[in-house]
Structures are given as structure tokens and as C-alpha cells.
């Protein structure tokens, strides 16, 4: 029996993005499967961070569109974006410092099930004791039981990344966008990071993430695009990619591994 096409739940078609004279993203054509985990590496300066920016409606490319399962993105704001069931956990997190670290992961179910949320996200509407619940739970999962009462403002950064990951998480978006995820933590807090996407995969949703460490795109890619000079050079299995002439290259001759 033929197998059925995957759905690409994300599509930017023909991307590019000028900046004054400098030519960022250059046609750029980025497809994402639905329930995948697509990797987008990439030297320093290479795009990433301005195609994340065109994706979630923080610049708006100079031609191209961006399409998220049927819908063109492109000329919506990014709450609107947002609400289509997209979510973004930054470099820098977004907390609510004052609040206590359960308070935290909560605040986005609450805004989600009372507010414009709830329309789009892939959950019901819940009761507080589920909220509470699912956010006891992921916050077990981020290994941050010890510290529910705790202000967020007090937490590390690493602890702070994992905490906005969370918030994220108890949103149920669609679409997961990561922007380096694991910077700033230990190679500890990397791994139960790690684990901890790799459990959110079974859940079906679809996860874009930028990375510089190797380790973590090779223990969570399903598929991995690689961007130089605004372009994306290769794209394609893990393993396609690590053995792909023109990535190690574009590393300065060095090896992906
Ligand atoms: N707002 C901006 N104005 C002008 N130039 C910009 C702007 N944002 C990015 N650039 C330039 O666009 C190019 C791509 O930058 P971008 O931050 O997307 O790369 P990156 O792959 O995310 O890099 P890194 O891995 O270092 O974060 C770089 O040359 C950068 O200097």
C-alpha cells in the first residue's frame, strides 16, 4: 500500500529578507511535517534567528510568505500568530518575575482557556485542578518540583529557560518554535531539557528548533535544514546532513558531529 504524503504543517515559500544593503534570507523554501522535530542549524550571522523572526510575525519578510497549515501568516501580527497555535520560547525567557514558579506555568492555561487562546490550542477547556495538575506535572518533567512556591525571579537562567519551556508546554500549541533552548545550561540541565523534549514528541506536536549544539540536534532532529549566508544549503535525515560535504564546509571545514 502507498504510504500518504506527510503534511507540512509549516511552509515558507520563497523567503527573502533584505536589510538595508544586506541580503539576510535569500529564497529560502523551508518545509516542516507535522508532529516532526525540524532542526535549523547554521554558522553565526547564517539567517536562523531572522527566519524565526519572519515565521512568528517580528519581521516581515521583503518577499515570500510564510503558511501554517493552510493559513498565510505573512501581514499578521504576532499575537494573532500566536493564537493560531504557535509559541516561541526566546533566548532571553518571559516570565512573570513576581509570580511564584507554579504561578508561572499556570498564568498561560488561564489566559488560554478564559481568553483568545482557547479558539485555536489543541486542548479543551479545563478546570483549575487539571491546570494545576498538568502544571505539577510538567514541572516535575523540567526536574523543578523543589521550587514551586519560589519567586521565578529568583531562579538561575537555565532555570528560567526551563520554566518559560513549561510555559509554553502547558499551552498545547501546534507549533513549537526553539530558539536555542539549551544555551546557558549545564550539560546536566541540557539532557533533562533534552528528555523532556523528546517526551512532548509523542504528544504530536510540531517542534522548529535553532541550535548551535550538535548534541542536541542530533539526540531530537528528525530532519535538519542547514542555513550559510542566508541560504538553505542541504536539508534533509540526520544522518544525510552529518555526511553532507557542503555542511561540513560551511562549518570552515570543521565536523558537525
Ligand atoms: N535587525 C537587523 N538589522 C540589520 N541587520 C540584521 C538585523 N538582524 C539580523 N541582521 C543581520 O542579518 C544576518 C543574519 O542574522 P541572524 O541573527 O538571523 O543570524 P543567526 O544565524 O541567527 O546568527 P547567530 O547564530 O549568531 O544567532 C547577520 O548578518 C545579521 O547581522
Same mark, same amino acid.
Given at each position: 500500500?502507498? &504510504? ?11 523567503? &527573502? ?9 535569500? !529564497?529560502?523554501?523551508? &518545509? ?34 510564510? +503558511? ?12 494573532? $500568530?500566536? &493564537? ?8 532571553? %525567557? ?18 488560554? *482557556? ?6 485555536? #490550542? ?9 491546570? *494545576? ?16 512556591? !519560589? ?5 538561575? *537562567?537555565? !532555570?528560567?529557560? *526551563? ?9 498545547? %500549541? ?10 546557558? #545550561? ?18 504530536? #506536536?510540531?517542534?522548529? $528548533? $535553532? ?21 538553505? +544549503? ?10 553532507? %560535504? ?12
Amino acid at each position: 500500500m502507498a &504510504q500518504s504524503e506527510p503534511n507540512i504543517i509549516l511552509h515558507a515559500a520563497d523567503v &527573502q529578507k533584505q536589510f538595508g544593503g544586506l541580503r539576510a534570507l535569500s !529564497d529560502v523554501d523551508l &518545509q516542516v511535517e507535522e508532529g516532526k522535530t525540524h532542526a535549523i542549524i547554521g554558522p553565526n550571522g547564517a539567517g536562523k534567528s531572522t527566519l524565526l523572526n519572519v515565521i512568528i510575525g517580528r519581521l516581515p519578510p521583503t518577499s515570500g510568505a510564510v +503558511i501554517f497549515d493552510g493559513t498565510v501568516l505573512t501581514g499578521k501580527q504576532p499575537h494573532e $500568530i500566536n &493564537q493560531l497555535g504557535i509559541s516561541r520560547v526566546f533566548q532571553t %525567557p518571559e516570565i512573570f518575575p513576581d509570580l511564584t514558579v507554579l504561578q508561572n506555568v499556570m498564568a498561560p492555561a488561564f489566559a488560554r *482557556r478564559d481568553g483568545a487562546f482557547k479558539i485555536n #490550542m489543541l486542548r479543551s477547556v479545563d478546570s483549575e485542578t487539571e491546570i *494545576r495538575d498538568e502544571a505539577l506535572s510538567l514541572l516535575e518533567d523540567i526536574g523543578m518540583t523543589g521550587r514551586l512556591e !519560589d519567586n521565578a525571579a529568583s531562579l538561575s *537562567r537555565g !532555570d528560567k529557560r *526551563r520554566l518559560e519551556l513549561a510555559m509554553c508546554l502547558i499551552q498545547r %500549541p501546534r507549533l513549537l518554535l526553539l530558539d536555542e533552548p539549551t544555551a546557558g #545550561m549545564s550539560r546536566h540541565d541540557t539532557n533533562t531539557t533534552i528528555d523532556l523534549l523528546k517526551k512532548i514528541k509523542s504528544r504530536g #506536536m510540531t517542534k522548529v $528548533i $535553532i541550535e548551535h549544539d550538535m548534541h542536541v540536534v542530533f539526540s531530537l532532529a528528525d530532519k535538519i535544514s542547514v542555513l550559510a549566508q542566508g541560504r538553505i +544549503i542541504a536539508s534533509g535525515l540526520p544522518q544525510e546532513i552529518k555526511e553532507d %560535504p557542503r555542511v561540513q564546509e560551511a562549518y570552515l571545514g570543521g565536523s558537525v558531529e
